[in-house]
DNA sequence: TTGTATGCGTTATCAG
DNA sequence: CTGATAACGCATACAA
């Protein structure tokens, strides 16, 4: 087994001090031609590689930026992960998770571990229970010693940071302007709990757009789901106590339950009900019908989460001044509507 | 914005040494209970946490583990994650990611980048385009270098390392079995090409299902599609010119292909054409009819891995000796087949 | 009980 | 052109 070889074990086999070799090996004018060919070639053989930790150190600067995501078997963080890591690499950075599990302790002991030098900066998109608490110190902690922080799709305006949001509202703004335009009046909205910044965001834009279009709100169409463990009975009793000829569902799964249940009450989609999700993950692309959906972009929202934070990490001065990048969503039509 | 604060800015504000304050932090007996109350009053105040940088230089260990993928944004890989982050998490470690993207390159920069200091040990599945090459030399030089590795799903015997796989050859042949005892003779396998080895072991539980039932083997019925970019075409054609009461899909994205395009000719699913997958990923629980299918239970493949290389990287003694585990595959029945 | 010195691997400054 | 030294933050063997 050939150890790691370091700077000290070429200065020692070639007879020069440690400062030559650091100072050849970075092709430096003060070191002569000879002495820089043997060392270099000599760190070729053994194929020398600087230690990533004795730089990090030294630089304080690790190179590495810190992920916390509230759940990663998730299409959507999926997604926005791969544009975050795809930038990150490109710019030389290495991208460590860690999985908040939609738990706030989990968050916090996350954010600590990583905050004690392992990462230059943090991009993370708020776990459930961190918004349903509304307790931010963990965030403020951070991004008061200095840890550039994004925030990203479940965000908060509690803490001053750069974010980058798609226009939620306008996207369910969208979709019901699509369903309306269509013929549809009795539209339904599947949404969570309001603690999620999205699901508010998503119900304002139902609700705008209906009032915009003189349509009378009936809260009796809007059904709220839990997060996790969807039971089905809900969603059966919702549809057989309501009529209804369109539906919004702040997800896919949502929708795909939604679907699958009024399929089984004999409901043709679209020409009976049409509906419309979020996210335009896997099950979008492959439910029978194909779903329309709203796109969140996530891997462009990765991308630019990704720039943003590597900006700030770069920059040298301390600017205190934070964007919020908010991305257009768009409507992917498929066949679960109609024109 | 309150600085990072370290043993040396506690130590003079206290008017002690660095090492004194080391010591009381870690609350060492050496120390009297007087120095060490004040010592450990001023830490908590002004919120002390050790550099973890300047430990992993000065312990040679860096409590992070890297996973190499070829891809995130797929739910089985996903589910390995998940195992591997929840079990490194336990034990303190974290998980920083790469994505190899299918590509030999990226996978070598990959693991060059990770190498050098800036994990304690690998955890990977190999790309596609690496099983193509067949060239392996990367994770030989890691393991030369005394950098625990750990291969999972996509492995090779040309690299002695510890490996964690499902049995993919019993899980084809269980649903082979499966298929002819429904009654089932004209089974059909949709696959990839050779190169993958999951691919080759579920071929070969495939065959020897049919073998051991004195069923003919016939090479008409077993198509090959690319891993990505599936032709509609290819799959319609296949269903054309083959008389098929059963498939077997090395995947479930194959799965859903086959199912919609046979739907769309008019089979009924399952009662003319039974359907298994392999994967039980989300799309094979929410398909239509929702799909019978082999699980590959990738978070416990990810916990194991994460533990035997965990066990590798704190084991004094280089053990020069390696297993390979093997996950007992399970079928997962759901409406895509008959009794 | 406390402090000094040394080292982890690297780079930068300054002296020779 | 080359090398000694200090520093990054921490831990520890050893000295006082």
Do not use: W
Not at 206 to 227: E, H, Q, T, V, W
């Amino acid at each position: 087994m050939r150890q790691k070889i370091t700077l000290k074990h070429i200065a020692r086999e070639l007879d020069v001090s440690i400062s030559t070799v650091s100072k050849a090996l970075k092709n430096s004018e003060e070191i002569s031609r000879d002495t820089k060919e043997k060392i270099q070639a000599f760190a070729k053989l053994y194929n020398y590689k600087p230690n990533n930790i004795a730089i990090s150190l030294k630089n304080k600067r690790t190179k590495n930026i810190g992920v916390i995501i509230p759940e990663i078997v998730h299409h959507f963080f999926t997604t926005v992960f791969r544009g975050i890591e795809k930038y990150a690499n490109k710019q030389g950075y290495n991208v460590v998770v860690c999985i908040s599990d939609e738990s706030f302790d989990k968050e916090v002991i996350n954010m600590e571990m990583l905050a004690n030098g392992s990462i230059d900066g943090f991009i993370m998109s708020l776990s459930a229970e961190t918004q349903l608490k509304n307790d931010y110190n963990h965030l403020k902690e951070v991004t008061e010693q200095g840890i550039p922080l994004v925030l990203f799709d479940r965000v908060t305006n509690e803490i001053q940071c750069d974010k980058v949001v798609i226009n939620d509202r306008e996207g369910a703004y969208l979709a019901v302007q699509k369903l309306l335009k269509s013929g549809r009046r009795k539209i339904a909205l599947v949404t969570t709990e309001d603690y999620f910044s999205v699901s508010r965001e998503r119900t304002q834009g139902y609700l705008s757009a209906l009032r915009d279009n003189g349509i009378a709100i009936d809260g009796n169409l809007i059904l709220k789901l839990p997060y996790m463990d969807v039971q089905e009975e809900d969603i059966d009793s919702f549809f057989d106590g309501n009529e209804v000829d369109a539906v919004l569902c702040v997800n896919e799964i949502f929708a795909i339950h939604c679907m699958r249940l009024v399929q089984k009450k004999g409901l043709r989609i679209p020409e009976d009900i049409s509906f419309i999700g979020f996210t335009d993950g896997i099950l979008s692309k492959y439910a029978t019908p194909r779903l329309t959906s709203v796109a969140q972009h996530g891997e462009e929202m990765g991308q630019i989460a990704a720039k943003m934070l590597i900006e700030k990490v770069e920059s040298e001065e301390e600017v205190e001044v934070y964007r919020t990048e908010i991305i257009e969503s768009t409507l992917i039509e498929r066949e679960s509507t109609i024109n």
